[in-house]
């Protein structure tokens, strides 16, 4: 049952990310399709490029909170 509580937090965690990143108002696929050009970015040629610009704009939105993170900063 733990597994599932855990499990179950940290999709509430992402969806959270995905109201942060102001993508909630937007259809399933479209943040869908975000999300997947990421990934496809992630593992890509570039990746470790994709991986940094990725997490300085994470860090970023995450400050936005002066410097608090609401502890959803996975």
């Given at each position: 049952?733990?597994?599932?509580?855990?499990?179950?937090r940290r999709k509430i965690q992402l969806g959270g990310?995905?109201?942060?990143a102001g993508m909630a108002d937007y259809p399933a696929a479209v943040v869908l399709g975000?999300?997947?050009?990421?990934?496809n970015a992630l593992n890509g040629?570039?990746?470790?490029?994709?991986?940094q610009r990725f997490r300085e704009a994470?860090?970023?939105a995450?400050?936005?909170?002066?410097?608090?993170?609401?502890g959803n900063h996975l």
């Amino acid at each position: 049952m733990n597994a599932r509580r855990e499990d179950a937090r940290r999709k509430i965690q992402l969806g959270g990310l995905v109201v942060k990143a102001g993508m909630a108002d937007y259809p399933a696929a479209v943040v869908l399709g975000a999300l997947t050009l990421a990934a496809n970015a992630l593992n890509g040629p570039s990746a470790e490029a994709a991986l940094q610009r990725f997490r300085e704009a994470g860090d970023r939105a995450f400050s936005d909170d002066n410097g608090a993170d609401g502890g959803n900063h996975l």
